[in-house]
């Protein structure tokens, strides 16, 4: 919720929720309908390569048009869909969307684009259904795991159940790739990088939103950068709104870069355009 904070329109809408429980339920319920009642859909926003500025990988974010209070940001309804277990089968249906989507993209915009998808810590939750079909849904879906990823978070890794381990080795089964978001903002112990094969780092924006040339946090990205590239991953920056941004991190040799300077999150045909452009 903290990522609220500067959304002002969304502050409200989480304090109320936070107060009453009452609101919570019905949000739940009206979530669990939302799917048949196609008020979801999943958005994609560009994922650019910045030494060539190709657009080469999309990340899926979800959009809920709820009825009456307009869209809704994840940032308030995930939270509701983890805590009652809609998570579960709400993530089953993006992934499907997903693959069939990638799919897609697979055969228009090459071989080689990835779509990258985020999952919850509660959908790695061993008594839930989530992960577990997903590598048989890939297989029918007729879908290589190279050109999929999976988003998760520090947090999960410093878990130290063993059936999370074994989710994410079938993950890699299947050759999915899998990043760490938000990275920097978790957990300090990266000892996790070693002992889980990870693919991706991305940078939260927290580090990129104030970047100049004598910034700290200009510092701590070329860190991160160097850090990666010695561990054999690869980089994305989120939240890269401006130009000195972009120019900033292409300077530490960081590969790639996500936000507003690109492309907001945009329905897949509108997304597809901005490939055109
Ligand atoms: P995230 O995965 O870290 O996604 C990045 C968020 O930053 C997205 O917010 C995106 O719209 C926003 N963003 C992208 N570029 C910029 C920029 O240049 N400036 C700023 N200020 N923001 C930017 P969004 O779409 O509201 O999603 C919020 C979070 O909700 C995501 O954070 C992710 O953790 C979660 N989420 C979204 N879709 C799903 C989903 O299908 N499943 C799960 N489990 N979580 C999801
Ligand atoms: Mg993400
Ligand atoms: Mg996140
Ligand atoms: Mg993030």
Redesign the pocket.
Known sequence: LA?DA??GCFRFFTRALQQSAEQRVRLAGELRRAVEAEQLE??Y?PIVELDTNRVTKA?????WKHPTQGTV???VF?PV??DTGI?HD??DW?FRQ?IRQARRWRDTLGEDFQVS????P??FNVSGPSCRQWAELLASGDLPGANLVI?I?EGLLMNTEPGILDILLRFRDAGIGVAI??FGTGYSSLAYLKKFDIDVL?I??SF??NLSPDAPDFALCEAIVVMAHKLGLKVIA????TELQRDLLRQIGCDYA?????S??VPADQFEAFCRA
Do not use: C, F, H
């Not at 990340?59 to 959009?63: M, P």
């Not at 996500?258 to 690109?262: D, E, K, N, S, V």
């Open positions: 990522k500067g959304r999943v958005y926003q990340e899926a974010l979800l959009r940001s994840p940032a995930i869909a983890e998570i709400l993530g993006v997903v998808m985020n999952l919850s509660v959908q988003e978070t978001d938000d991305k939260d924006q990129t939103r989120e939240g890269v709104e996500q936000g507003y300077l690109y907001r999150a």
